[in-house]
């Protein structure tokens, strides 16, 4: 049985990349939009890709949540500086009792959305896409777009494979969205952290691309041993042991990767607040707890919330 209602809750570069896939798949989506709600009422959504570019001229967009209907599943594709406003957003299409489908990077995410709606209405997800909203209403996916689907567990342990997780899976691939279901979401979480925790934060301290990074010695250097001490993290905060070779893997995919800016240096190009607490300060608190000693990802958290603060300062002043 196919899920075919769908709310989309932050139409961005994920948002609106996944939502207008499931859109020209056949699903009856919404689309929670801000600053171009107006304009997507009017143009609707563009999506460039790499798969293949294609338009939805006409879409269902809201600017207030309230206005939602209840939906079967509610993706939530919002950046996590703006969770606090899931207690408002979330309840209007989730009323009737939907799933909730957290497709947000870090630790502490899905915890988030189950304090609203029970930890046993919610699946997480970690996206592996390059993609980019460029403009009103325009998305640009430049390479990949693969979705980890896995149960929460308000306990930590490994949820399992679901006949839900395959319904979710069926109608993502239907929509040519590639899935892989995990069993185990938080490890998968600590994976996604791997590639992340470097990546992301470098890119906006040494305001890089990927292809500069990894093609670099000594930066290539600094990104391995950043991945080194998030595998460290994950087996000593919450025991699960990833692989050294999954290094590998990551920087493989990496050298592979069509020259990319990642979101947190595209937010802190643009100006706005980075994902820090997610990705970095959560992880660093949950190591320090655990008496590891993670220095180059404490520098790297220092470093992104000095940036930040600085840049949201002016900007407000």
Same mark, same amino acid.
């Given at each position: ?5 769908? =709310? ?15 859109? %020209? $798949? ?9 600053? !171009? ?15 293949? !570019? &294609?338009?939805?001229?006409?879409? *269902? ?6 206005? #939602?209907?209840? @939906?079967?599943?509610?993706?939530? +594709? #919002? ?33 988030? $959305? =189950? ?11 970690? @996206? &592996?896409? @390059? ?22 567990? +308000?306990?930590? %342990? ?11 899976? +069926?109608?993502?691939?239907? $929509? ?8 185990? #979401? ?12 470097? &990546? ?6 040494? *305001? ?23 595998? /460290? ?15 590998? !893997?990551?920087?493989? /995919?990496?050298? %592979? ?10 937010? &802190? ?17 949950? /190591?320090?707890? +655990?008496? #590891? ?17 600085? %840049? ?6």
């Amino acid at each position: 049985m196919n899920f075919t209602t769908w =709310a989309v809750i932050g139409t961005g570069a994920l948002g609106g990349y996944y939502g207008a896939r499931l859109q %020209q $798949a056949g699903a009856d989506v919404h689309f929670l939009l801000n600053s !171009d709600c107006d304009h997507v009422r009017r143009h609707g959504l563009r999506i460039e890709s790499v798969n293949g !570019d &294609f338009e939805l001229p006409q879409v *269902n967009a809201y600017q207030n949540a309230d206005d #939602l209907p209840a @939906c079967d599943v509610t993706v939530v +594709a #919002l950046k996590a500086t703006h969770n606090h406003l899931l207690p408002k957003l979330l309840p209007p299409p989730t009323r009737d009792g939907g799933l909730v489908v957290v497709l947000q990077n870090g630790l502490g995410v899905d915890e988030a $959305a =189950a304090e609203i709606v029970g930890p046993d209405k919610v699946v997480g997800g970690l @996206c &592996f896409i @390059c993609s980019n909203k460029v403009r009103p209403g325009h998305i640009h996916h430049l390479d990949y777009g693969r979705i980890t689907l896995g149960e929460y567990t +308000a306990d930590q %342990q490994p949820g399992g494979l679901t006949d839900r997780l395959a319904r979710l899976q +069926a109608d993502f691939e239907r $929509a040519a969205i590639p899935i892989a279901l995990t069993p185990d #979401l938080l490890e998968a979480r600590w994976k996604k952290l791997v590639w992340n925790i470097p &990546f992301n934060g470098l890119s906006v301290v040494l *305001n890089a691309s990927t292809v500069e990074m990894i093609t670099r010695p000594p930066t290539r250097a600094i990104s391995v041993a950043l991945m080194e001490e998030t595998l /460290a993290a994950a087996a000593a905060v919450h025991n699960r042991h990833i692989p050294p070779t999954f290094i590998d !893997d990551m920087v493989s /995919a990496t050298e %592979q990767m069509k020259p990319y800016q990642p979101s947190m240096k595209l937010d &802190f190009d643009a100006g706005r607040s980075l994902e820090i607490e997610a990705i970095y300060g959560q992880p660093l608190r949950l /190591a320090q707890q +655990a008496k #590891l000693d993670v220095p180059r990802l404490e520098m790297l958290y220092h470093q992104l919330k000095f940036l930040n603060d600085r %840049q949201m300062t002016r900007k407000n002043s």
